[in-house]
């Protein structure tokens, strides 16, 4: 059974520009959890999307955004960079009935 | 306010000894305490998760304890191997299909 896959691996990016995350869940995952790892501040949930919903949104500014497409997968898009949005962007996936979130290996994602 | 505290921040521990992490939590509503652990380059990747009702769960080399009035829980590893030398985080949540309130997490090595 294939994982939870993210692209890109790496990316780097300039102050104000911005970008797109991309995450396929696994086979049958129907839910699919963003989260951030930054230096220091470990990790902290930013989005969750069920069904094509947005469920869920922790406490990040409106330019981090996304949607999760008919297939499951999903996208992150942040807008108007900023240095401290370097970080690794993990998504993580989950079926249905209250099953336990797996998660891919990230997008490790720098701010020049 | 941080929701789940984990301690110690890091822990250097003989080949074949016990090797703790405790962790606490506040908001008496989460209702799932998984364990992730992460090598570097890697995703967390779930090891081990237990519910309030239970005062202990063991899988392997690896045993939680819950202590549910004092709002705090534990992961034990028995035997510890250079091969578990990674990060670990305690995580809590209302389910498992819940976000994710994850500790800072703990850098364990296992001396060979």
């Known amino acids: 059974e294939a994982g939870v896959t993210q692209s890109p691996t790496h990316l780097i990016k300039t102050r104000g520009q911005q970008v797109t995350l991309r995450c396929s869940p696994i086979?049958?995952?129907?839910?699919v959890y963003w989260y951030q790892q930054a230096l220091g501040l470990g990790l902290q949930f930013l989005l969750w999307?069920?069904?094509?919903?947005?469920?869920n949104r922790g406490n990040f500014p409106p330019r981090f955004s996304g949607r999760q497409f008919p297939n499951y997968s999903s996208e992150l898009n942040v807008n108007a960079l900023e240095l401290e949005d370097s970080a690794l962007y993990l998504c993580?996936?989950?079926?249905?009935?209250?099953?336990?979130?797996?998660f891919g290996d990230g997008t490790r994602l720098s701010i020049l | 306010q941080q929701q789940v505290k984990q301690s110690p921040q890091s822990l250097i521990v003989q080949k074949g000894g016990i090797s703790i992490i405790n962790c606490a939590y506040e908001?008496?509503?989460?209702?799932?305490f998984p364990w992730y652990q992460q090598f570097p380059g890697k995703g967390p990747a779930l090891l081990i998760a237990?519910?309030?009702?239970?005062s202990e769960k063991k899988e392997g080399r690896f045993t939680i304890s819950f202590n549910k009035s004092a709002k705090q829980f534990s992961l034990h590893i028995m035997d510890s191997q250079p091969g578990d030398s990674a990060t670990y985080f305690c995580?809590?949540?209302?389910?498992?299909?819940?976000?994710?309130?994850f500790g800072k997490g703990t850098r364990l090595h296992i001396l060979p």
């Open positions: 999307y069920d069904e094509g919903e947005e469920r």
């Open positions: 086979s049958g995952h129907t839910s």
């Open positions: 237990i519910r309030p009702d239970v």
């Open positions: 993580a996936s989950s079926g249905v009935s209250n099953q336990p979130q797996h």
């Open positions: 995580a809590a949540s209302k389910s498992r299909d819940d976000k994710i309130i």
């Open positions: 908001n008496t509503a989460f209702d799932y």
